[in-house]
């Protein structure tokens, strides 16, 4: 191999990395919307049943939050009541904070916010 195809080997892979980094760094904040949507599910499933997300369930679906690496996570829940068939509107706001590559030499500090807002229908039964 003569000194120009090497070259041009090498900038064509540094190229390739570039664009490799550029698509995973991408895909991080979709994989944690998904865990974060999927933890949230079962919360409304102990709504759903419970009536009501209760003090010690909020605290641990907080805690979930932030061992998943969200920071400052908000849980709101609205109930038009405690019986069959009320409506509950859950909603979660949580940022994730990381380096974000600009360039090929320069990285920066992004803070993006996911949310989750769902609403459901009670389905315990109470006489």
Do not use: W
């Not at 991080?28 to 009536?51: A, D, H, T, V």
């Not at 003090?55 to 829940?77: D, R, W």
């Not at 360039?103 to 609403?119: A, F, I, Q």
């Amino acid at each position: 191999m003569d000194t120009s195809s090497v070259i041009t080997l090498s900038v064509i892979l540094i190229i390739l990395m570039v664009f490799i980094v550029f698509s995973l760094e991408l895909m991080i904040p979709i994989q944690l919307k998904f865990e974060m949507n999927g933890i949230c599910r079962g919360y409304i499933y102990k709504i759903e049943s419970n009536g009501q997300l209760t003090e010690k369930e909020s605290n641990a679906l907080k805690q979930s939050l932030k061992n998943m690496g969200l920071t400052s996570p908000v849980i709101k829940s609205t109930s038009t009541g405690n019986q069959y068939g009320d409506k509950v509107t859950l909603s979660i706001s949580c940022c994730y904070e990381h380096d974000r590559l600009i360039n090929l030499y320069r990285r920066s500090g992004e803070k993006l916010v996911l949310n989750y807002e769902r609403t459901y229908f009670i389905r315990r039964i109470e006489n």
